[in-house]
C-alpha cells in the first residue's frame, strides 16, 4: 500500500491552492468590500473549483487506499460513486472552467494588460500569486496523471 508519486502531488497540489485561498481573502482590496466580494471574480472561483476538485481526488485517493483488499461490497459501492464524481467533476466543472479562465486571461493580458490586470493590482497580489492561479492551473489541467485513478 505504498504511495504513488500522483497521489503524494495531489496532496500537495490541494495545499497549494488551499495556501492560495487563504493568501487571497488575507489581501486586503476594495473590491473585497463591495456587492458580490470574491465571489464576483471568475477566477476566485475557478480557484474554489479546483481546490474543492484536487479535495475529492485525495479523499478518493485515501479511500482507494484504505478499502483496498477488504473485499467489503458496500465500501466499494461507495468508492465508485465517490470515483463517478471525481470524473463529473473534472469533466464538467474543473476542467472547461480551469481552461476558459487561464486561456480568456493570458490572451487579454497579451492584448492590453490594464484591461485584466491592471499594474495597480501588483500592490495587492504579489507576482507568485497571480502566475499561480494563472499559469500553473493550466499545467495541472494538461497532466494526464491527474485524470486516472
Known amino acids: 500500500m505504498a504511495l504513488v508519486p500522483c497521489q503524494v502531488l495531489r ?5 497549494s491552492y488551499c495556501s492560495i485561498l487563504c493568501n487571497y481573502k488575507a489581501i486586503e482590496m476594495p473590491s ?11 477566477t476566485f472561483i475557478d480557484l474554489v473549483i479546483q481546490a ?7 479523499l478518493t485517493d485515501l479511500s482507494s487506499l484504505l478499502t483496498r483488499g477488504s473485499g467489503n461490497q458496500e465500501q466499494e459501492r461507495q468508492l465508485k460513486k465517490l470515483i463517478s464524481l471525481r470524473d463529473w467533476m473534472l469533466a464538467v466543472l474543473a476542467f472547461p472552467v480551469g481552461v476558459f479562465v487561464v486561456a480568456v486571461f493570458w490572451i487579454i493580458y497579451a492584448y492590453d494588460r490594464e484591461m485584466i490586470y491592471p499594474k495597480l493590482l501588483d500592490n495587492f497580489i504579489p ?10 492551473d ?8 491527474f485524470r486516472e485513478s
Do not use: E
Open 52 to 58: 474543492v476538485f484536487f479535495g475529492i481526488c485525495v
Open 11 to 15: 496532496v500537495a497540489i490541494l495545499l
Open 127 to 136: 507576482g507568485w500569486l497571480n502566475h499561480g492561479m494563472y499559469s500553473v
Open 32 to 42: 473585497h468590500q463591495t456587492y458580490g466580494g470574491s465571489w464576483k471574480f471568475l
Open 138 to 145: 493550466s499545467v495541472r489541467l494538461s497532466d494526464p496523471d
